[in-house]
């Protein structure tokens, strides 16, 4: 194989900028994902880590700046969320990936229907594979949990377990989680994170996004530290430690507030 | 669980049977105090007469409150379709036109509305408050605030197909109307239209994320909601004869009665289509209903806010478990048992 080919990735991003109005949230973000690689993303609150996921996921383009998609580069003015679905990334967000008062069957499904021709939805359908994910991927077992409760009635670590048996089921080639683990206790943090591990098994791709340094240094191959709209570090797994990463984000850190204050 | 509660369960899933419930113990009642006008049919005809127009206003309600926004025009809307129908046949001479004409209208209406909403970011209160004053002042000066009586009209297909009377008695906007609720609880409950709503009232950032679109959902409908209040209008004005600037002011507070005694929530996410049936059919009641009871025309509000406290309280009782938690409840009133269950909500 030629050298000067650079390796296939799930996802590059090139001088990505997004400005709101004038206000600037991401510029010169360069950044990519390897087939096979977890990525930690760190950063502050409002560093920039949900905009540029949204940038991603279709949410809303950014304002300028080129994606590629499995190396292909996608027109980021049509980009949208089905787009993204369709090129096999899928989200998992923190806190909302699910309709509260709607029933699991209808969540699995919101934004990719099963339908009939004219966009009624195939019910039966939807219900019995909602529940093989939620048996057999996510492991409901008798809890009086089914297919028609409501997400209101799922604890934090649950409704996790539903957002990422879904992002499964639809068989992502990159899996985005943005603070998975909020709010969980510590044995579903440890589902979550087995499950990050599973991504990487079954060969697919993964952009893990949390606070938690210990979290993310086990479970990702590379970090990337982003703050107030750039990436300011890439560093892999094997050239630094846990203790090294930690002492690094917070002199980094202080660094910048020292700077503040100049 | 024991089979009753699932039985219970079961009946409890069957949408709008409380506010069922509450209807038919209505009519027992005046049934029991006013035997002599509830046991004959002419009384029901006549509420199948007057509701249909409001049950498909309440319908369009459903609609939009379950999507968590809120519709205040669609009572112009009524108004404004009244005088497209009515100002079409005397020029034209035949129905159909002006039939079309008037629905167009209330769509177009409909759709500046979810215009506004949507794409502006105007609340849906204030743009559909403002949209009320301006197209009933809209329909006022172009119909010179005068009424306009079409008597012919009865002679046309159009007042017969959906006005008409099935063995000279029974009313078919009636059927319309319940044909209707049948239809859109199937685009509600079973259409992706129907689904968006919900999650869109439920919580739009969530709906946006999962990929539905979320704008454009919004003026679809407002533009279904502005439709259904023309063909509201056009029952109206088709069953009376008389197209009158004014028509349609007085519903707003007896639709969006019926919407929530129907046990749809004002939060948004979910909608009983059933439920603002029998809510319709509750409020349409009423008034005849306490005057017929002899007890006296003052009594009328009263008993009206006493109903829909009611209805809306035992709607929040049985809250999303259904009736199985009213069973529940129940039966935790009659023997107190010591394990330490999860609360029902109207326990305690």
């Not at chain 2, 038919?24 to 127009?53: C, E, H, N």
């Not at chain 2, 129908?85 to 008037?102: R, Y």
Request: glycine fraction near 12%; aromatic fraction near 10%; charged fraction near 15%.
């Amino acid at each position: 194989m030629a050298e000067s080919n650079p390796a296939p990735t799930a996802l590059r991003m090139i001088d990505i900028a997004k400005y709101f109005g004038s206000v600037c949230a991401l510029k010169d973000i360069n950044f990519e994902v390897g087939r096979n690689e977890i990525v930690g993303l760190i950063g502050d609150n409002g560093a920039g880590k949900s905009t540029l996921v949204k940038i991603l996921t279709g949410v809303f383009p950014p304002t300028s700046g080129q994606l590629f998609i499995a190396d292909r580069r996608v027109d980021t003015g049509s980009y949208s969320v089905k787009t993204a679905h369709s090129l096999g990334i899928e989200t998992v967000y923190q806190d909302k990936s699910l309709g509260e008062k709607q029933a699991m069957w209808r969540n699995f499904f919101i934004g990719r229907e099963l339908t009939y021709p004219l966009g009624f939805l195939r019910v039966r359908e939807q219900k019995k594979i909602a529940h093989e994910i939620m048996v057999n991927t996510i492991g409901f077992r008798g809890r009086g949990i089914g297919v028609e409760s409501k997400a209101s009635k799922l604890s934090g670590g649950e409704r996790q377990g539903v957002a990422i048996g879904r992002a499964m089921h639809f068989e992502a080639d990159l899996i985005i989680l943005d603070e998975p683990t909020v709010a969980l206790s510590l044995k579903e943090v440890r589902k979550v994170l087995n499950f990050v591990h599973k991504i990487k098994e079954g060969g697919k791709a993964c952009i893990y996004i949390s606070h938690n340094i210990a979290d993310v240094y086990e479970i990702a191959d590379r970090f990337v530290v982003i703050d107030r709209g750039e990436i300011v570090a890439g560093v892999e797994k094997g050239k630094i430690s846990l203790k090294e990463l930690d002492e690094f984000l917070l002199e980094y850190s202080h660094g910048l507030k020292d700077r503040g204050r100049q | 669980m024991s089979r009753r509660a699932s039985l219970l369960g079961v009946l409890g899933r069957l949408e709008g049977l409380p506010v069922a419930v509450v209807l038919a113990l209505l009519y027992a009642v005046f049934i029991f105090a006013a035997p002599t006008v509830f046991t004959g049919y002419r009384i029901y005809m006549s509420f199948f007469q007057t509701v249909p127009p409001m049950l498909v206003l309440a319908i369009g309600l459903t609609f939009v409150i379950t999507a968590g926004e809120i519709d205040l025009s669609f009572p112009a809307v009524v108004a404004l379709s009244g005088f497209v129908f009515t100002w079409c046949f005397q020029t034209f001479g035949v129905g159909w036109p002006g039939f079309l004409l008037a629905l167009l209208a209330g769509a177009l209406v409909g759709w500046v509305n979810g215009f506004l909403v949507a794409r502006l970011r105007v609340p849906s209160i204030m743009a559909t408050l403002a949209a009320q004053f301006f197209w009933y002042g809209f329909t006022i000066l172009v119909a010179g605030g005068l009424q306009i009586d079409i008597a012919s009209v009865i002679s046309t297909p159009v007042h017969t197909i959906f006005v008409g009377r099935v063995f000279q008695v029974f009313p078919l906007q009636a059927l319309w109307s319940l044909g209707l609720v049948i239809f859109f609880w199937f685009i509600l409950n079973r259409h992706r239209f129907g689904q968006a709503i919900m999650f869109i009232g439920d919580n739009a950032e969530v709906a946006r994320v999962m990929g539905i679109g979320v704008e454009a959902t919004r003026i679809r409908l407002f533009t279904l909601n502005g439709a259904l209040a023309a063909f509201a209008g056009l029952l109206l004005t088709l069953e009376i004869n008389v197209f009158y600037p004014t028509q349609g002011q007085g519903m707003l507070l007896p639709v969006m009665a019926a919407v929530f005694i129907g046990g749809t929530s004002i939060a948004g996410g979910q909608g009983v289509l059933m439920g603002t049936l029998f809510g319709m059919y509750i409020i349409g009641s009423l008034e005849a209903g306490v005057v017929a009871t002899g007890i006296g025309g003052y009594w009328v509000q009263l008993v009206e806010g006493l109903v829909m406290a009611a209805s809306v309280i035992l709607n929040i009782v049985i809250g999303d478990e259904g009736l199985s938690a009213l069973a529940w409840t129940a039966r935790r009133w009659a023997a107190p048992s010591p394990s330490p269950e999860k609360e029902g909500r109207g326990g305690g």
